[in-house]
Structures are given as C-alpha cells and as structure tokens.
C-alpha cells in the first residue's frame, strides 16, 4: 500500500520506478520493505512453529497438515510453496531494490537484467536464510507478535508517506 500511495498505481514497473527518492520516503521504502519481508516469511510458513504442547518436530504447523498427502501430490504442493516464494522474492527485489531492471528489449540489457536480477535474488535468499538461522523457532501464542509487528512496520509506512 506504501508503493501505492507514493506512485499512486498498483503497475509493478511504476512502482519499481524510482526517479528521486527524498529521505522520508527512504525511510518509509526501509519500514515497507521490512513489513513485506515479515509478511514473506509468515505467508511462505519459513519460520518453524512449534507446538507448546509437544516436542516433537512434527507438530509443525505446515509440516502438519501435509502429513498424510501421498508421494505425487506431495511433490506438487511442494512445487507450489517454491513458486509461491520465488514469485513474493521476485516482487520483492523487483519492487524495493529496482537496480538493473531492463528498460528496452535489446539482447545486451535482458542479459545484464537477468545477470542483476539472479545477483539479487541470490542475495536475498542468503539473507532470507540468514533470518531463518537466527530464529530456530517460534511458538504458537507469539505467531500473532510477528503477524503485528508487521501489520505496525506497515501502517508507519503508510503514515510516513501521507506526511
């Protein structure tokens, strides 16, 4: 909502489109892009869960529910929480970090775009596994801290962009 309000378009290439930044909305694009990578974590089920109740590492929330899903299936849902977080990853570098986004069709700048964008990606992955290290788990009663704090980062971003 943040890059709505500063570009006043939901289109990813306005919004990847910075032509001069002042200090309040750097400020605001740092809170954004820190409640966007809390809503990243908690949307792709990165962070382990645990059960207070028990200790063992099956009571995960998301391990838990595709238990008993046969090989194939399980296989797809699998596939399908990759792409989930390759595409919410690619809109993230995309959007907050839009250095060497191509802006024509020519061989040489799709080449160097694409060299940027695996750099990036790249980047945020070790970072985003850097966060998953720090923070070996986290119990069922503090989910909704997280889910706050990042719903808070947000709507100061929001408040720094209308001032």
Do not use: W
């Amino acid at each position: 909502m943040f890059l709505f309000m500063e570009t006043g378009t939901f289109s990813v290439e306005n919004m990847s489109y910075i032509n001069s930044i002042a200090i309040s909305d750097f400020i605001g694009h740092i809170i954004a892009a820190a409640a966007f990578i809390i809503f990243l974590i908690v949307e792709n089920t990165r962070v382990p869960v645990d059960n207070p109740e028990t200790h063992l590492e099956l009571t995960m929330v998301h391990e838990a529910m595709i238990l008993d899903i046969p090989s194939c299936d399980l296989a797809f849902l699998e596939l399908a929480s990759s792409i989930k977080l390759a595409v919410f990853s690619t809109f993230f570098v995309n959007v907050f970090f839009p250095v060497g986004i191509a802006i024509s069709l020519d061989p040489m700048s799709i080449f160097a775009a694409l060299v940027f964008y695996l750099i990036k990606m790249v980047l945020f992955l070790f970072s985003l596994a850097a966060i998953e290290i720090s923070t070996a788990k986290f119990r069922l009663f503090k989910v909704q801290d997280i889910i706050m704090a990042g719903f808070s980062l947000a709507v100061i971003s929001l408040v720094i962009s209308y001032l």
